[in-house]
């Protein structure tokens, strides 16, 4: 399991837009959907062993954040062909084992992921309710086997800020996690 670093966008950055296929009821969502709501995007997979260590923790703070008012998606850009494992119907079964309330989209072409600047799973993004980035960084600082309890504080630090409609912490600290799974040949330049 090879370790990656998120890239750290800048922060103030837009939220790229995307129309991705929601695997859990088969509509598609886009980020105009949410005109005027704050959006947490995680881009996750299911066989990466950093997600599996947090994903019961990433459902609930994803589902409070949902239930606050904000617009929460999850999306896997793995190249399905080669980790069928992250293809959409053991996602599918992976929202249900998870109580996903939110959407789990599946980036095929893996252009969103490019777009984000998505470099590893977990990785998350929060922007405010005018899609500008406010957060970019870990959920916490527990790793598998690093004996720190999965809490979820930075990233539920962030949510309640933006909720709040203040900055978060400018000490943000890059996730950490297996790299994406790029198609043979579209790797993108930042990887």
Not at 56 to 63: D, Q, T, V
Not at 127 to 145: I, N, T
Request: aromatic letters at 10%.
């Amino acid at each position: 399991m090879a370790a990656v670093n998120s890239t750290m966008q800048a922060l103030g950055t837009p939220a790229s837009d995307f129309s991705l296929n929601n695997v859990i009821d088969n509509e598609v969502v886009s980020l105009k959907d949410f005109k005027a709501k704050p959006v947490l995007v995680m881009f996750i997979c299911n066989h990466c062993p950093y997600v599996v260590h947090i994903a019961e923790r990433l459902s609930l703070i994803g589902n409070r954040a949902l239930a606050n008012g904000f617009a929460v998606v999850a999306i896997s850009s793995n190249d399905a062909d080669a980790y069928p494992q992250d293809g959409p119907a053991p996602m599918r079964d992976f929202a249900a084992d998870y109580g996903f309330k939110f959407p789990y989209l599946f980036d095929e072409s893996q252009a969103v992921a490019k777009a984000y600047g998505a470099a590893c799973t977990p990785d998350f993004f929060v922007f405010d309710a005018a899609h500008k980035l406010q957060y970019r960084g870990q959920m916490d600082g527990s790793r598998p086997g690093n004996s720190v309890p999965v809490s979820g504080d930075d990233l539920s630090a962030a949510l309640d800020a933006v909720a709040s409609q203040k900055n978060p912490s400018a000490q943000q600290i890059a996730s950490i996690g297996c790299n994406i799974k790029w198609r043979p040949g579209n790797a993108p330049d930042y990887f």
